[in-house]
């Protein structure tokens, strides 16, 4: 692994410390705060790729592991991973991984629709696909109900998929880190 390719992770791991320092925006109507940090995973996959954007969020997750409080609202060490939230924190590795393979593998006529489409796969339905059955199994309650609860996230979750997507093709027009070569697999 170049040295380049780590600062790059290593940037990507404070990109998503950056975000949990945004305050949770309250919406009355749902009741449910929105944080920014689960657009993190949908960048790093996007901008780095599958196997950056894997290991950036790896590495946020040791870090919140060791005990710095870089998740939202403070929080951080091993209890975390203790709670019915966990399996979201885990997926964030999966989800930029997900979101990375499909952004290489479109590289070649990535634009809006496919960013916004490979936020939402990795940034939502891996992410959720994961996050729910960790509530259940955690909490003890019935699959319906954590499904019901999350959902309540997705209108939120699509904003930051449309975000992300606008960013992704913006570094790619401008300063993009994935290869061609990269994309083909023929790195």
């Known amino acids: 692994m170049a040295t380049r390719d780590i ?6 791991a404070a990109l998503m410390a950056v975000l949990g320092v945004f305050p949770p925006l309250m919406i009355p109507a749902i009741a449910v705060p929105i944080t920014a940090q689960s ?10 790729g599958a196997k950056r954007g894997a290991l950036s969020m790896l590495l946020f997750v040791v870090l919140v592991a060791i005990g710095l409080p870089l998740l939202s609202g403070g929080r951080g060490g091993l209890a975390v991973f203790a709670g019915p939230t966990a399996g979201f924190i885990f997926g964030w ?3 930029a991984f997900v979101t990375g393979l499909v952004v290489e593998r479109f590289w070649t006529r990535l634009g ?6 490979a936020s ?5 339905v ?8 960790w509530i259940t199994a955690v909490a003890h309650i019935p699959l319906s109900t954590a499904v019901a609860g999350s959902a309540a996230f997705i209108p939120g979750d699509l904003i930051k998929a449309g975000v992300a997507a606008a960013i992704i093709v913006m570094v790619k027009r401008a300063y993009p880190l994935i290869s061609p070569r990269l994309a083909d697999g023929r790195a």
């Not at 600062?7 to 990507?12: E, G, P, R, S, T």
């Not at 657009?39 to 996959?45: D, E, F, S, V």
């Not at 809006?112 to 489409?117: D, E, G, N, Y």
């Not at 891996?126 to 059955?133: A, E």
């Open 7 to 12: 600062v790059y992770i290593a940037l990507f």
């Open 93 to 95: 590795i999966v989800a």
């Open 126 to 133: 891996v992410l959720y696909g994961i996050g729910i059955p």
């Open 39 to 48: 657009m993190g995973p949908m960048l790093a996959g996007g901008i780095l």
């Open 112 to 117: 809006f629709v496919l960013a916004f489409l």
């Open 120 to 124: 939402v796969l990795g940034g939502i």
